[in-house]
């Protein structure tokens, strides 16, 4: 099956500085990737999608400079959180679509971030 | 290894009851999601369990059973608009999420 996995699992680090998640797809091409941001026991918010070799579009109220995604292949895309603060801790997770099922969504195990 | 299952498809008739099972083996428990998912659109939270029993919200409920390593949703009073994919997800003992590959309800008039 689809397999999308992420890196890194679990993520703390200071407010101001940087941090870039990876996430791939393993054994298949992705031509369209979605990153998500979870809060407790609520919905999976949908940040940006991005497809390989053009710019993310992002929802609305979501700042595209702080959170920076780049999709350089149909098998990787990152997500960097610039200048980090406390509330940009949360669980941050990427699907992926593509591969034999053109229409399937496969989700990634998610990143765990905390921001200190 | 870890794994979720959950049946690919079903269908059921508007009005009607439906409940959709999903097992899982995973390195530790720390709670399990029900969301929906229409076509095009971001995934929906529906429900969270960690304790063992039934958590009802409306026309859905879930049920979890540790032991078993079990849950099913069910929905009540079936409407056309329930028609979507239901995934179901478990954070596991690194408290990473385990997703399965989603159920793809049809309702029928």
């Known amino acids: 099956g689809a397999v999308v996995s992420q890196h890194p699992s679990r993520v703390i680090c200071k407010s101001g500085t940087s941090v870039k998640i990876e996430c791939r797809s393993l054994d298949f091409q992705a031509t369209t990737m979605f990153w998500y941001r979870q809060f407790p026991k609520k919905s999976l918010m949908l940040m940006a999608t991005?497809?390989?070799?053009?710019?993310?579009?992002?929802e609305q109220g979501v700042e595209k400079d702080k959170f920076l995604i780049n999709h350089a292949s149909l098998t990787l895309s990152t997500l960097t959180v610039t200048s980090a603060h406390p509330e940009d801790s949360s669980f941050y997770i990427c699907?992926?679509?593509?591969?034999?099922?053109?229409?399937?969504?496969?989700f990634g195990p998610g990143t765990r971030l905390t921001v200190t | 290894g870890q794994n979720i299952d959950q049946p690919t498809e079903m269908t059921a008739t508007e009005g009607a009851i439906v409940q959709i099972n999903c097992t899982y083996q995973t390195s530790g428990f720390n709670g399990l999601f029900w969301y929906q998912q229409h076509a095009g659109e971001a995934p929906t939270f529906l429900s969270y369990n960690v304790l063992d029993g039934l958590e009802e919200k409306g026309r859905f409920s879930s049920f979890l059973s540790r032991s078993k390593g079990y849950s099913y949703l069910l929905l009540k009073e079936l409407q056309m608009k329930d028609s979507a994919s239901y995934l179901c997800?478990?954070?596991?003992?690194?408290?990473?999420?385990?997703w399965g590959a989603g159920t793809k309800l049809i309702i029928k008039p």
């Open positions: 997800a478990v954070i596991d003992s690194n408290y990473q999420l385990i």
């Open positions: 991005s497809n390989e070799g053009s710019k993310a579009t992002y």
């Open positions: 699907s992926a679509r593509g591969g034999q099922e053109a229409n399937e969504q496969y």
